[in-house]
């Protein structure tokens, strides 16, 4: 797969990362997790309780797909976001995908969600992902990007994309 011919709206950039992007992957973690703000603690202690988070999660990620890519998303020359893919024989998995607070809701994760649609149109495997089976905004998103259901474990909705052809790659 060759990343300059992704389709990318304007400004839309999909780079690998690199160890110089940990700052910012562990700032943007931190933007996600709002729910600890809610914690009736000192703010040092819901700092350090997200570090760990992050941590747990990097850990996790790292022991689940040892051969997942970090990608960060770039609009213009702003860092807004990272997408985290595994590239299997079969599939290719969306892992995680995150953007800054003030990239959510202007179709950023909505443009690069769909460049991957392309790839697996192309390479002729479906695309996976999950959400949580409350979030109804991403739900209609993905499936307005081509998703379909493929299975429920709470609490969890696994969602999938095939590829638009008849030829659906099957490893060896």
């Known amino acids: 797969m060759d990343l300059q011919t992704l389709s990318l709206p304007n400004g839309l950039h999909v780079r690998p990362s690199g160890s110089s992007d940990e700052p910012f992957i562990s700032q943007l973690y931190k933007s996600t997790r709002t729910d600890l703000d809610l914690v009736n603690a000192e703010q040092d202690f819901i700092e350090h309780l997200k570090e760990s988070q992050f941590q747990a999660q990097t850990a996790s990620y790292s ?22 893919l595994d590239f299997g024989p079969n599939e290719i998995l969306i892992v995680d995908i995150s953007l800054i607070p003030k990239a959510r809701g202007k179709q950023l994760g909505s443009g690069v969600v769909k460049s991957f649609t392309c790839c697996a149109d192309q390479i002729k495997v479906p695309l996976k ?15 307005k990007l081509g998703f379909v259901l493929d299975e429920q474990i709470p609490p969890r909705d696994y969602l999938v994309y095939y590829p638009r052809t008849q030829d659906i790659r099957v490893g060896v």
């Open 129 to 143: 992902l999950s959400v949580l089976n409350d979030n109804m905004h991403a739900k209609h998103v993905y499936a």
């Open 63 to 84: 022991e689940t797909y040892p051969n997942a890519m970090t990608f960060i998303i770039e609009y213009y020359d702003d860092k807004v976001g990272r997408i985290i």
